[in-house]
Every structure is written in structure tokens, then in C-alpha cells.
């Protein structure tokens, strides 16, 4: 009964999808109250059915009803429960499931907290928000049910691919997709605005906490994903400029870039169109990304879900939302005319090249990801776009970024003296620029990858901090006073704060690990010890270990230094019967200075075995960065300002504070 | 989910890329081989380079490389080698072609149009006095309560 009972919710959803798109719609042009109204328990109606058939699905595969084809073909009875649970999501049906109940849940988060969002653009959103929901329920009721049955139950299932049978990656997805999808709020508010013809301070405010949510949860799902990579992939790689990742990556940069513009939006009433227009496109690359994915167009050779109707169903979702939403725009961006003036030095320059940069990047990454496919229908053309490239085209955007992010932070509204905004940061530039010269004339070989980056990211880490340090006039006002002022600092401030010191240490982290990265690859007796830079390591014996669905060879290896034994490392090589498929499990030793990360390899003729250690300087870094720009992100979305925003609208935009 | 699904078909062999025994005993030449390696690409898998792949073409082109090397080319002599067997689609990094100037002139050309328009925006936004951009008493006001602050 469960699957019938969830397809039959899917359908009950989708009917009420089409009435929600056109009667709040209508309501909203006429002015009709009643007609607006609509929208609201629609939006939690939808939501609902679609999360009773969410639950249905879960049911299924927490229960191992293998008469559902879905179960079947990706669950096994002897998987353990955390698995059975997130096998939900970790196939084409169900992750669209996935996707689509959290696209209705930012629609039901709208009608229950929209309350003081004019009735008019609430009905015109939500409707906008239907539009996107019954085309992703029309997908996956044609082309992708994941509730048929099976008239042959097998007696058990397939299981489920063991390298994602982990926890790190049992939760990518789903902030993924938070993020992904949530930025259907900011397009939704972009295209109800331009329908309202009404850009303003309020929408700002409105917009901001939509795509605030939405970009934290990508930072910390693109996160999740690439510590899973670095630990589970068994050689420690954590970005492969994949067409998958890029997918993901290109949404993230160009919500990074909206934030900042829609602050511009929010406190000096500019940049209207051109955030209007950032919000459709961050969506509109959402949605080509779950295209890239979905239709495996760019992969042609391995893509998992490689069906061509598929394909085609979603191109022309893309189609009609991306072309519908531009074409809109072209006829009315005009009339979001903006009244703010400012000068060529002041924050608001600033925020402009941010968004250049960003922009402009995240461009780079899309014609790179797409230029396979590009080439192949243009010339004819079998080319290969990989690391190699995004390593060069893209990285000078995010170098130019962190050279100007500490000055235009720092920057006052409206029109500022360059020369007197930089003259605290003289002696953090001069000191960033001196440790850069000096890990250069101390490290071997001669790369700049490290002097450079390093410059960089304290120079963004202590430049980030000088500005809060100067707005409570640390030093310069008594300490209390300073208490005080760092009291009364706006959380939005705290947040920007955190989340320009998490890309500093990132870029820390990142330039670390490609310069200083030591790698060891030999075969090792049982008994021996081999020198591994400072440490040594003792190889000490194999055995062989039951996991609850696998069988495994473990190495043992002690990690010595100086003839002390710091810690034991226990590497696996895992086989999974179910899908008779090996994983390495890698072993690592972490700490905030460098990580051990032992792999073992195989069995070599003579009795020796494949050995592979690597010393890993500050990886650690690029994750604590992720997570501190996350949490810079929290703390802004919790700013007072969005809950005054949404209990009383009444007082005007009191942007600008006084320099 | 999708990104490391396909990720993981790719890698559905996980274990040793580069085995012990492909190490050429020379450091220096070794560690060319691990360079150029990172440039090339394992053809029969996805978007994965040939020093980080498990799969048996990628340790014949592994070995070929080092072959090459020691037998005496010049890191350009060795990828010149391998793309006249397998063509171009083998490079990672497409070279700067006719055919790929668009890739490599994407960037610097978006950047170079952007800047232009944002440079005019901002200085349309910096000119008060202008006619066209003359405040009317509703914006003044707003100006001034905007300034007071």
C-alpha cells in the first residue's frame, strides 16, 4: 500500500500544482483578496502530499520492500539502517524526490512566514514557486516514478554502491539540494518582482535571507562533498574540476555574488536590475546543473542516468523557466531604475567588482564545463577540459578577489578616500607581503604557489579582522569602550566578518596542500619501517576483519617519531560481496598542522605490499574554512534586522550608517 | 548525491594509481612523469588523469611516459607523442587553437566587457549634476534624509 499510497500523493500534488500557479496569479492582478489567498494553503498542501510520498518512499526502503523497483535495484536487507535511510536519495528517483520536496518546503516556509510580505508578491511568488513544483512533478510522475512495482519481487536487493556507504556522504546530498533548490526562492522573488514592476529595500530584505539559507547550505553540502573525496577516494584529492562538481560550483558563485549585491539593493537602493537578474541566473544554473547530471549530455560514455527522455523533459523545463524568466526581464528590467549615487572609490565600487569577479568566474566554469559538448557539435571536436585548465583560468579571478576584498571591505558607502580607508592596512599588507617573501626564501623548491598564497590568505584573514577591529576602535578607545562597541556590532557584521576569514584560510588551506604535499609510494615488508619526511612508519601486520556487510584487509602501521610511537593507523582494503566491489578505506591521522594519510595497496608477488603514505600540511584548513564561511553566514542570517524586517515593516530603510 | 555518484563509477576500482613498481629510480625524472601525468588524460575513464586512475590503459600510458622520458625527450617530445596516438582529446588542458580560442579568451573577454560596463555604470552613478541623472525634490529627499543619517 505505501508505494500507492506515495504515488497517489504525487498526484494529488501535482493537481493542486496548476491552480496554485494560476489563481494567485490572476488574484494578484486583479487585486482580488480572496484569489491571493489561495496560494498560501496550497503552497502547505503541496508540501504536505509531497512529503507524505517522501515518507512513503522512506518507508519502503526502511522496511526492504523489494516489490518496489526502486528498492530492489539500490537496497539490500543486510545494509545497515543509516544506509537503507539515505539509499532514499542515492538514485535518479528518489534524489528528484528529494529535490522536489524541498523545493515545496521553501514554498510552504514562504506562505507560512510571508505574512508581512505584500499580499501581492507572496501570491505572485508562490505562484512563480508552482510553476517550478508542477514541472518537477510532471518529470517525475512521466519519466521517473520511483513507486512502480514489481510484478517479480526478488528475494533481496541490489544494494547500494559501498563508496557511499558513509556517513559523510549520507548528507551531501541533502544540503545540496537545499541549496541548490533554495535558490528557487530568490528566481521566484525575482520573477514576482519584475512582474510587480517593484524593486525595493523591502525586497532586498526579503531576498536575502532565502538566499542566505540557501547558500549556507551549499557552502557546507559542496563542503561535505569534498572531505568525503579527500577521505574516502584513497588518495586525498578533495576537488577534481569535475562537470558534476562544476554543476554544484557555479550556483555557489553566483549566490556568493548576490548576497553581495543584494546588500547594495537592501542599503543604498542600487543595483536593482543587475541583482534581479543574478537571482534568475544563480537558479537558471541550478537547474542546467541538475540538466548536466540528469541527462549525462556531458559524460556521455559512464552517466548514471543516461536516458534521452529524461533529458529532453528537463531541457525543456529549461527552456521555458530560464527563457521565460530572461524574456521577462529584457521587457522590464528598465523600469527598476535606481536613484542611489555614488562615488568611483566607495563600497559600492567595491561590491561591483566582487560581482564582476564572481561573475565572470563563474562564467569560466561553465563555458570550461560545457566546452566538451560545445566543441563536439560546433567542429566536431573530441576535447577533454580538466584540472589542468580550471587550475589556470579560473584561480587569477579568485587571486584578484582576495587582493581587493580587505580594502573594499573596508571601503564607506557613497564616495571614501581610498588613501585614508588603506592607511590601517599598510603594515597587515606590508606584514602579508613579508611572510609571502619569507616562506619563499625557506621552502625548497622554488614554486610561488606557496609564497603567493600564503600572502594572500593572511593578508584577507588579518585584513577581515582589522576591520571589525576598527569599528570598535580597538586600541584607539578605551577597552571598554571598545567592549561596548563590539556589543552593539550588527550580527550582520560579526557574519561578514566570519565568512571572509573562512575564504582566507581556505585559500590558506588549498595553497598548502598543492605546494607542500609529500607523497610515498613503495611496497613494504610486515615488520618493516620505512622514513616518511620526519616520521617514520612501521608496517606491523595484515589481518583480515567482518564488517556488518563486508569483508576487509586491514593493515596496521605505527606512526613513530622520533623513536616515539605517536599513533596506530589502520587502513582497510574493503570488499562488499553484495556488489562484489573493493573500496580502500584510507587511514588518517589528522591534526591542524598535517594530516597522515596512510593507504594500502595490493598484495605484491614476493609477499610484499603496495604501500601509499603522504604527508599532508594544513589540509585540515580548507574544511575549518568552509565551515567558518558557513558559520559567517549563520550569524548574518540571524542579524536583527531580518526579524524587525518581518515584524514591522512600517519603518523605512534606515540604511546607511553614518560614517 | 549526482556529483559523486558519477564520480564513484569512475572509480570503481579504488586501490593504487601509480604501483611501486612504475617508479623510475631517477627523482627528478620521476617527478616530470608525475607532472605530465596530471595533464593527461585516462581515456577509458571519466574526467580523471592518468596518475590518479587504477585503470590498465592508464598504467600503459603511464609507463609509455616514462619510457619516453628516459629514452631522452623533453616533456613537450612526450605529451607531442602521446596526442599523435590519441589525439588531443588526451590533453586535460586543451592547447590554444582556432577551434578552442573561445575557452581561453571566455574569461579575459567576459572580464574586459564587464569592467567596461560597470566603469560606465559607475561613473553615471557619479556624475549628480548630469541632466539626465538630475534628482528630482521626491529623490532629493530621500538623498538628504539618506545623508543625515
Redesign the interface.
Known amino acids: 500500500m505505501t508505494a500507492e499510497l506515495g504515488h497517489y500523493a504525487l498526484i494529488l500534488a501535482f493537481a493542486i500544482s496548476i491552480p496554485q500557479i494560476f489563481i494567485p496569479m490572476f488574484g494578484a492582478n486583479k487585486g482580488w483578496n480572496d484569489w491571493m489567498r489561495f496560494a498560501t494553503p496550497a503552497a502547505i498542501a503541496q508540501f504536505l502530499l509531497v512529503g507524505v510520498a517522501f515518507a512513503m518512499l522512506t518507508v519502503a526502503f526502511v522496511t526492504s520492500d523489494f516489490s518496489v523497483r526502486l528498492v530492489a535495484a539500490n537496497s539490500h536487507s543486510a545494509k545497515p539502517m543509516l544506509y537503507k535511510v539515505t539509499g532514499v536519495w542515492a538514485n535518479h528517483e528518489g534524489s528528484m524526490l528529494l529535490w522536489l520536496t524541498i523545493l515545496t518546503l521553501f514554498g510552504a516556509t514562504v506562505a507560512v512566514w510571508g505574512g508581512n510580505l505584500p499580499p501581492s508578491l507572496k501570491a505572485r511568488v508562490l505562484s512563480v514557486q508552482s510553476m517550478i513544483g508542477a514541472a518537477f512533478l510532471g518529470f517525475i510522475l512521466y519519466t521517473s516514478n520511483p513507486f512502480t512495482r514489481l510484478a517479480q519481487p526478488p528475494i533481496d536487493g541490489n544494494g547500494l554502491n559501498p563508496l557511499l556507504q558513509d556517513p559523510g556522504l549520507a548528507f551531501h546530498p541533502p544540503f545540496l539540494y537545499l541549496g541548490y533548490v533554495g535558490l528557487s526562492m530568490a528566481f521566484s522573488f525575482a520573477v514576482a518582482a519584475l512582474i510587480e514592476g517593484k524593486v525595493d529595500a523591502a525586497w532586498a530584505r526579503w531576498v536575502r535571507p532565502w538566499t542566505l539559507a540557501a547558500w549556507i547550505f551549499l557552502t557546507i553540502g559542496i563542503g561535505l562533498g569534498s572531505w568525503w573525496a579527500y577521505y574516502e577516494l584513497g588518495w586525498g584529492g578533495w576537488w577534481f574540476w569535475d562537470p558534476v562538481e562544476n554543476a554544484s560550483f557555479i550556483p555557489w558563485l553566483m549566490a556568493t555574488a548576490l548576497l553581495h549585491s543584494a546588500i547594495v539593493v537592501e542599503k543604498r537602493n542600487a543595483l536593482k536590475s543587475w541583482t534581479v537578474l543574478l537571482a534568475i541566473l544563480a537558479f537558471s544554473f541550478s537547474l542546467i546543473g541538475t540538466f548536466i547530471v540528469r541527462s549525462g549530455v556531458i559524460t556521455s560514455v559512464h552517466a548514471f542516468a543516461n536516458d534521452p527522455d529524461r533529458g529532453v523533459f528537463i531541457l525543456v523545463i529549461l527552456a521555458v523557466a530560464i527563457g521565460g524568466a530572461l524574456t521577462l526581464y529584457a521587457l522590464r528590467a528598465t523600469q527598476l531604475k535606481s536613484t542611489a549615487v555614488f562615488g568611483l572609490v566607495s563600497r559600492e565600487s567595491g561590491l561591483v567588482m566582487n560581482n564582476l569577479l564572481l561573475s565572470v568566474a563563474a562564467a569560466v566554469v561553465f563555458v570550461g564545463t560545457i566546452w566538451p559538448l560545445v566543441a563536439e557539435i560546433t567542429t566536431g571536436a573530441k576535447v577533454s577540459v580538466g584540472a589542468p585548465f580550471f587550475n589556470i583560468a579560473f584561480t587569477p579571478f579568485m587571486v584578484v578577489l582576495a587582493m581587493i576584498l580587505p580594502i573594499a571591505a573596508m571601503l564607506p558607502w557613497k564616495r571614501s578616500n581610498l588613501r585614508r580607508t588603506i592607511r590601517p592596512l599598510w603594515g597587515i599588507a606590508a606584514l602579508s607581503v613579508a611572510l609571502g617573501a619569507a616562506v619563499w626564501v625557506m621552502q625548497t623548491g622554488g614554486r610561488m604557489l606557496a609564497p603567493v598564497g600564503l600572502t594572500l590568505a593572511f593578508w584577507v584573514v588579518v585584513g577581515s579582522l582589522a576591520d571589525v577591529a576598527a569599528r570598535v576602535k580597538l586600541g584607539k578607545a578605551s577597552l571598554t569602550e571598545s567592549l561596548r562597541r563590539a556589543g552593539n556590532l550588527p550580527r550582520a557584521d560579526w557574519g561578514k566578518m566570519f565568512a571572509h576569514t573562512g575564504f582566507g584560510l581556505m585559500i590558506f588551506g588549498i595553497s598548502a596542500i598543492m605546494a607542500w604535499e609529500f607523497e610515498d609510494i613503495r611496497t613494504v615488508e610486515i615488520g618493516q619501517t620505512f622514513p616518511l619526511q620526519a616520521y617514520e612508519v612501521r608496517f606491523e601486520a595484515v589481518e583480515s576483519i567482518q564488517g556488518p556487510n563486508y569483508t576487509a584487509e586491514r593493515g596496521v602501521f605505527a606512526l613513530v617519531k622520533d623513536g616515539v610511537e605517536i599513533v596506530k593507523l589502520y587502513p582497510e582494503k574493503r570488499n562488499y560481496p553484495v556488489q562484489s566491489m573493493p573500496t580502500t578505506e584510507a587511514a588518517i591521522d589528522q591534526s591542524l598542522l598535517r594530516d597522515v594519510y596512510v593507504v594500502l595497496g595490493d598484495r605484491q608477488s614476493d609477499g610484499s605490499w603496495a604501500v601509499r603514505s603522504y604527508v599532508k600540511p594544513f589540509t585540515n584548513w580548507i574544511w575549518i574554512g568552509v565551515f567558518t564561511l558557513a558559520f559567517g553566514g549563520v550569524l548574518s542570517i540571524t542579524d536583527r534586522r531580518y526579524r524587525v524586517a518581518s515584524t514591522a515593516r512600517k519603518t523605512s530603510i534606515s540604511a546607511v550608517p553614518a560614517e | 548525491?549526482?556529483?559523486?555518484?558519477?564520480?564513484?563509477?569512475?572509480?570503481?576500482?579504488?586501490?593504487?594509481?601509480?604501483?611501486?613498481?612504475e617508479?623510475l629510480a631517477d627523482p627528478v625524472m620521476e617527478t616530470r612523469a608525475r607532472d605530465i601525468s596530471?595533464?593527461l588524460?585516462c581515456l577509458v575513464c571519466?574526467?580523471?588523469?592518468i596518475d590518479?586512475s587504477n585503470a590498465e590503459l592508464a598504467r600503459d600510458l603511464r609507463l609509455l611516459v616514462r619510457e619516453r622520458l628516459v629514452a631522452g625527450d623533453t616533456d613537450q617530445e612526450v605529451e607531442d607523442f602521446v596526442v599523435d596516438r590519441y589525439?588531443?582529446?588526451?590533453?586535460?588542458?586543451?592547447v590554444f587553437s582556432l577551434?578552442?580560442a573561445?575557452?581561453?579568451l571566455?574569461?579575459p573577454i567576459?572580464?574586459i566587457i564587464?569592467?567596461w560596463i560597470?566603469l560606465v555604470?559607475?561613473?553615471r552613478?557619479?556624475t549628480?549634476t548630469g541632466d539626465t541623472?538630475a534628482?528630482n525634490p521626491e529623490?532629493q529627499a530621500?538623498?538628504d534624509a539618506?545623508l543625515q543619517?
Do not use: Q
Request: glycine share 10%.
Open positions: 548525491m549526482l556529483r559523486y555518484l558519477l564520480l564513484v563509477l569512475m572509480l570503481a576500482t579504488p586501490g593504487m594509481a601509480v604501483e611501486p613498481d617508479i596530471k595533464g588524460r571519466r574526467n580523471e588523469n590518479d589525439g588531443e582529446y588526451v590533453l586535460l588542458k586543451p577551434g578552442n573561445m575557452l581561453w571566455a574569461g567576459l572580464l564587464g569592467a560597470s555604470f559607475i561613473r552613478k557619479n549628480v541623472d534628482l529623490e530621500k538623498l539618506l543619517d
